[in-house]
């Protein structure tokens, strides 16, 4: 199949999973053509049948915001037109989605089918907000295929959108092979004594993360043990984050590491993941974290229930119950085999029900229910 993928290239979710996709699909014989403003940072090295194509802009002193969205639906049409492509794959309906189909408009006659994946925040947050409602609904009626990343993600919708179309869960995955705990990460670290338990919070920092919360529940862990805590990322909650930091004069304990390309060595030196947020999707830094055998304490919310099972590859407590959280985290923290047992466990359930194995053929297949426009009976 020749397959264009349109991704936002930076480090949240939705362009991790659509690259990782694009790879793994490249590597069972697939041709796929990548499209975005930059390129993207898990596309970092050559392979065969991987294109990236990125949106020409054109400058324009009468452009006080320049249109890359138009430019988006031009490059679309034209690889379309060049590459015959069989598939769009648009993840994130905002703009992603939206321009593939103006993309099929302007070519007119035009057989190429148009897939987009829900990531999350593109329904939760922003699709749902007045200013998008209407063309986010437009943008998934019109999918040829509609995939959300969670049952959660998958309901939350068809509730929102009234979209009676099925819209099919399709889980995220990774890659259990080359994703697993590395041996001596910690001494690579340099700065985590063997004593301590290393806790790790990875995401974007933006509200919906609480990252204060995570401090919060790394307070009270270091009052009762020593501990570490590693946050990786960057965005609008680092500072209130630096403040909580300071307030509860955690100097000495918390390390901001900035945006990391690769975050397989510090999950390799972590006991313990947070996830805290408000709402989520999926939740793919769990799954990272699950696949280097690290338990997860997460908030109950989305879809996270879905990938973490409480009690056993982690615990959920309710969003902003920092207390339970705690309490959580310092119950398996104390207790190492307890940690060992649901590491084990959580690893496991990554290469049981998440691994790329499983789930790229489900895409796969997908791909062609739609081509042969059977993608619309209900599952
Ligand atoms: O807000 C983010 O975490 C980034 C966002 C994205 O689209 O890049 O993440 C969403 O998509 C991820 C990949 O499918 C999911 O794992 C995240 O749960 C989801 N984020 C939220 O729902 C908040």
């Given at each position: 199949m020749r397959i264009g993928i349109v991704c936002y290239p930076t480090h949240g979710g939705s362009g991790v999973v659509a690259t990782e996709l694009g790879k793994e699909l490249a590597e069972r014989g697939h041709v796929v053509h990548f499209i975005s403003y930059q390129l993207p940072f898990r596309l970092d090295r050559f392979q065969p049948n991987v294109f990236y194509h990125e949106v020409d802009m054109l400058g324009y002193p009468l452009f006080k915001y320049p249109p890359y969205t138009l430019a988006l639906v031009n490059k679309i049409a034209e690889l379309v037109e060049r590459e015959k492509l069989d598939i769009i794959h648009a993840h994130y309906a905002i703009p992603h989605s939206f321009c593939a189909h103006m993309a099929q408009e302007v070519l007119g006659d035009c057989r190429t089918r148009v897939v987009t994946t829900l990531h999350g925040t593109d329904i939760t947050l922003v699709g749902n907000d007045a200013s998008f409602n209407r063309i986010t609904k437009y943008s998934i009626e019109r999918s040829d295929g509609i995939t959300a990343v969670s049952r959660s993600l998958t309901e939350e919708t068809c509730r929102t959108f009234g979209i009676v179309k099925p819209v099919r869960t399709i889980y995220n995955f990774i890659n259990t092979k080359h994703y697993r705990r590395q041996l001596g990460a910690r001494e690579r670290v340099g700065?985590?004594?063997?004593?301590c338990r290393v806790l790790v919070h990875v995401s974007n920092f933006r509200p919906v993360k609480r990252v204060p919360d995570v401090v919060e529940v790394f307070a009270r862990v270091r009052r009762e043990m020593p501990a570490k805590l590693l946050l990786v990322g960057d965005g609008v909650q680092r500072m209130e984050a630096q403040a909580a930091v300071d307030r509860l004069n955690l100097q000495e304990d918390v390390?901001?590491?900035?945006?990391?390309?690769?975050i397989l060595p510090i999950l390799s030196a972590a006991d313990l993941f947070l996830l805290p947020s408000e709402?989520?999707?999926?939740?793919l830094g769990a799954l990272e974290a699950m696949a280097c055998s690290v338990p997860v304490i997460a908030s109950d919310t989305g879809g996270i229930p879905e990938v973490v099972k409480h009690g056993e590859t982690g615990f959920l407590a309710p969003v902003g119950d920092i207390e339970a959280m705690s309490a959580h985290a310092l119950q398996v923290l104390s207790d190492t085999s307890r940690l060992q047992t649901m590491g084990e466990a959580a690893r496991l359930r990554a290469e049981d029900h998440f691994s790329s194995e499983s789930i790229v053929p489900q895409y796969e297949r997908f791909y062609d229910e739609v081509l042969e426009g059977r993608c619309n009976e209900s599952d």
């Open positions: 700065y985590l004594p063997q004593e390390s901001f590491l900035g945006t990391q390309d690769n709402k989520e999707s999926f939740g």
